[in-house]
């Protein structure tokens, strides 16, 4: 599958305005100093695919459809930071996440202070 989408920051400035802007918009009472995003999967929903090895790959067992598995992050005024088309929609969030290579070279290259949180995962 393919990543799209990939916007977040990398310069200091960058990191340093956008934690800001999560500090400002969190009820957290400082509890989430340097957050970054919100990274969440998300299952758009799909016809059966027709020209696929294995159809059943799309099924989502959880939701009864067939769809994709879509991985997202979002800032704090909701804008969409990153968003890859990661698996069919038969596989799990946590195994999807660990597809998203260049989320991941970001994360790397985070300095220490700085973090993201995900749902259910």
Known sequence: ???YGIVYPIDHEALHDLAERWENR???FG???NHLGALDG???RTEMPRDVSNQTDYFSGHYQ???L???AMCGPDLEFLYVAVVAPGRTNDIRAFGW???LH???ESLPEQYFISAVGY
């Open 1 to 3: 599958m393919v990543s």
């Open 100 to 102: 998203c290579e260049n």
């Open 65 to 67: 459809c067939y769809g």
């Open 42 to 44: 998300w299952l758009p």
């Open 26 to 28: 969190s009820t957290a």
């Open 105 to 107: 070279r970001w994360l």
């Open 69 to 71: 598995n879509v991985q």
């Open 31 to 33: 509890l989430m100093n």
